[in-house]
């Protein structure tokens, strides 16, 4: 049971490029998410799906695009790289049998110069 | 909005006290409040979730209170190791108008030194 993975562990990008961050959960969960994490700035939505086939944005939204594939899978795409994307992104599940309770991926650590 | 303030942003104790951090909430309408613990370099484990209808909730040496009417939950730690040196966050969920999306602190940075 390895509960939520992603990948890459690291990745640096060129302003501009685009990558798509890899999430997934094997505990069955209806809801994930997408956060960032800055220093100083705390953790922030980014986007999160609460089911199969919806997803909606969060606090930031803004130069990212997400999709459900399954009810495993959850990714996160870049299109068009900033260095203000530079960031640590989460990808989390919760679901309501265990009140929501979230389970957090080891995150990506990315770089855009 | 709801706003989620920890204090002491850092705290530096010698190993065996023991230990209260401070999570504050501007909403009592909460769903839920967990505590977390991150290490350097990784990512955030749940420690505690307490349900809006809990008062505390009991984890080995960790006990973490919540009260509501005066949006306050403290997470305490009895004699504290090295081992807990880490930063722990606490985050709020809404209900189903929220969607039960958690607003996270910013976090308390621990250091116990021997």
Redesign the interface.
Known sequence: NAG?TQTPKFQVLKTGQSMTLQCAQDMNHN?M?WYRQDP????R?IY?S?SEGTT?K?EVPNGYNVSRLNKREFSLRLESAAPSQTSVY?C?S?E?RS?????????T?LTVT | KQEVTQIPAALSVPEGENLVLNCSFTDSAIYNLQWFRQDPGKGLTSLLLIQSSQREQTSGRLNASLDKSSGRSTLYIAASQPGDSATYLCAVSRGPGGSYIPTFGRGTSLIVHP
């Open positions: 939520v809801s998410y100083g700035m705390g953790l939505l999160y609460a909606d969060g989460f989390a919760s309501a009140y929501y309770e979230q389970y957090f991926g080891p995150g650590r």
